[in-house]
């Protein structure tokens, strides 16, 4: 995909993963630069940017934790001063605590909003601006199926999800008429370390749950969002673009 050339995207959470699959896909489509945010695992995070770089484009890793407004809004501002821009924004960064919901502990249900959504919202808050300057932009986060559908045993994920569709909607009637273009991705169970922690029964019972009868790559969810981020979705903004097998239509 085309397009791409000198922008500038960063891709939270990309040292694994669906965001590591989505900063080697802008570095293909020929981004100038792409920043892979990462919580802890900096060895991950390396390992991202000598992808990126092997795809041609110029890498860095910044480590900040998304739930940390300030770090967020510190991390747009370095990204303006180093690079003079910020063309895409991709919300992935994101965490599952599962637990019945008399279960759930207040501190993984704050944990669960304050990275999966607050995070979002605080790195949208800060390019919203330099966005806006440079009068154009795009935003791309990543909900879930269960955001969509709910799931018994992921009360906080789910509510997180649901949140991140409203954040996208509101966002994308907000900054339309600045030429930002906001949208999400919701895919279904993707292989990743997220579900490699899933026993093999639940594996199976997902997979046969799915009409595609199996699990997506996260280069398929990358494709996805390369698509709302590039030209060719020029007119589409608070979209939700499901990529789950037909899990759920
Ligand atoms: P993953 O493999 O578990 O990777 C999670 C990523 O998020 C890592 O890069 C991690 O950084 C980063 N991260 C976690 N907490 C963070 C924080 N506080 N600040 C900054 N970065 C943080 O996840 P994934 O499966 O690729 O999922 C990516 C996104 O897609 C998530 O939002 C997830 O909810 C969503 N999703 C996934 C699936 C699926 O089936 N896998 C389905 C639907 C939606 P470190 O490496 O430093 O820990």
């Known amino acids: 995909m085309s397009g791409f050339k000198d922008k500038v995207v960063l891709v939270t959470g990309g040292s694994r993963g669906i965001g590591r699959a989505c900063a080697v896909a802008f570095a293909k489509a020929g981004a100038a630069t792409v920043v892979i945010n990462y919580a802890g695992n900096e060895a991950a995070a390396q390992e991202t940017v000598k992808l990126v770089q092997e795809a041609g484009a110029k890498a860095e890793a910044m480590k900040f934790d998304v739930s940390d407004t300030a770090a967020c809004s510190s991390a747009v501002e370095s990204i303006i001063k180093a690079h003079g821009r910020l063309d895409v924004l991709v919300n992935n960064a994101g965490v599952a605590v599962d637990a019945l919901v008399m ?52 009360a ?94």
């Open 156 to 249: 906080a994920y789910s509510a997180s999800k649901a949140g991140l569709i409203g954040l996208t909607k509101a966002v994308a009637k907000e900054l339309a008429s600045r030429n930002i273009r906001v949208n999400a991705v919701s895919p279904g169970f993707i292989s990743t370390d997220m579900t490699n922690v899933l026993n093999d029964e639940l594996r199976k019972k997902l997979v046969d749950s799915v009409p595609l009868a199996r699990l997506g790559a996260p280069e398929e969810v990358a494709q996805a969002v390369l698509f709302l981020a590039s030209d060719a979705a020029a007119y589409i903004t608070g979209e939700v673009l499901k990529v789950n097998g037909g899990m759920y239509m």
């Open 103 to 154: 279960r759930v502990k207040d501190e993984d249900w704050d944990k669960q909003l304050d990275i999966n959504l607050k995070g979002a919202f605080a790195l949208i808050r800060a390019a919203s601006r330099p966005m806006m300057k440079q009068r154009g932009g795009a935003i791309i986060n990543l909900t879930s199926i269960v955001g969509e559908t709910g799931n018994g045993g992921q």
